[in-house]
Each structure stands twice: as structure tokens, then as C-alpha cells.
């Protein structure tokens, strides 16, 4: 489990509920060899990817986020455990959530916004659903503007394969800049895929696999987010992601009809 609870677990604003396959059991962990695996190091910020806050006055991170592409240029994607309970806590969103993109050193040099709308599968709701840990929000407009016109973003991949070589980028909750690390996924299982890099504390969850990386912009394609088995991975060295096929990519066009609702 790679987030940072905080104190705060009320319900706001969410529509819908799509069409997703039945929940499939966890699968086992698989051996690693820690020695073969690399070791994520401190990166520069990436403008797409940030830190979640609780609007509170407080300055503590709990998760990772990054900018996905959408039509209404206002969406973001993270880990589904990152703004909703579960089951365990009877499906309550996260109330007063705000992002930084970009963060460093206690600054936002792209600004920072506000959430008007939360969106996981209605399985995660339910059953805490791994294989459906995957969260959408809807930025609000910031001084006129949408987040993905500020910092880019990158596409969402579904369904195309298991192994990619990709860069996943986090924001340990004690840490005031991100890790980064680049390595091979593999597959855990049909529903599930495994990226094998030290330092992915606690506050990375939600943190992007990002595939086909442009190297000037950072953006590419997102091909998972840290969560799912474990809700990310029990250890530093391991982490997971939902495999983001058709059940997601379903919730991913329910957060944009919800977004242009909310727009209108």
C-alpha cells in the first residue's frame, strides 16, 4: 500500500456507474530478485505529473497523479485508493482535494487546483475491486484556463500488451520532490501488471507508467498507475497497476462525459 491516509473521508460529487467485468481474485506475489533491480533516484518535476493535498492548510502530500488527455483538457488519472475508501470505508470520496503539478520544495510553479469531480468504478465502491483501481478527476479551470493547456498531458494506453519499458514517477509522502525510475513491466497476471524499482514509499501511489516518453515534454503514454494488487505493492521495491483495459477505458470515458456535464 503505497498512500498516505489522512483524517478525511466524505463523500462529494460523483455520477455513474459503467459497465465493468466481474472482480478477479488477487494474484499471488511472484519472486524478485532485489539485486537485479534498479533504484528510483530523485527527479527534475515533471510539468504533467504532481502531488495530491487535502485542502486543509496543511503542507503534507498523500498520492501521485498525472495529467491524462481528454477532450476537456481537465482530467487527471491516479490510483482509485487514492479518493475513495472502498469497501472499508463504505465507498466515501476524499473531500477538498487540490493538485500541484509540477511540485517542488513546497512550490507550484504551474499553479495549484481544485477538484470538481471524483470518479472511481463502482466494484472499487463495492469491493475494494483491484483490478479496478484506477480514480478519475476533473480539474477545475484555473484562472481561465484548463490544466491540460498549463502543463500537457499524456494519452491513455489500454489494452496493447504487458511489457513496456516505461518511467514511473511518484512523490513519497516525506519527500518534498519526486522519484523517478525506468524499467520493464511485466506481467503478474491477466489483470495486473508488476514494475520492479526501489524507493516507491508511501505518497506514490496514483504515480504514472509512462510509455513512448517525449523527452522534452515528459508526456507519453500512460499505461498504468501505481495501485491495484496490494493496492501498489506492500514493499518499496515492487509495485503494481490495474491492467487498464476495457473496464477502464470505459470509466475514462464516463469521467469525460462527467466532465463536460459539470462544464455545462
Known sequence: MKLRWMAVAVMVAATGGCSVAAAAADPPPAAVDSDLAPDASAAPPTPSVGAL???????????????????????????????????????????DIEFIPGYRDGQAPFGTWTVRQL??????????????????????????????DVVGASQLGADSGYRYSVRVTGYPDGDDAPVSCVNWTTRQSPTQLRFDCGGFTDGTSGGPWIADINPRTGTGTIVGVIGGYQQGGDTPAISYSSYLGDAVQGLYQEAIAAAGLAAG
Open 119 to 148: 470518479l472511481v468504478a463502482p466494484q472499487w465502491v463495492s469491493g475494494s475491486d483491484p483490478d479496478l483501481d484506477v480514480g478519475f478527476v476533473v480539474l477545475q479551470p484555473n484562472d481561465g484556463r484548463n490544466i491540460e
Open 53 to 95: 493535498f487535502v485542502r486543509d492548510g496543511g503542507a503534507n502530500h498523500f498520492c501521485t497523479a498525472s495529467v491524462v488527455d481528454s477532450p476537456g483538457r481537465d482530467l487527471l488519472i491516479t490510483a482509485a485508493h487514492c479518493i475513495n475508501s472502498g469497501a472499508a470505508g463504505h465507498g466515501a470520496y476524499r473531500q
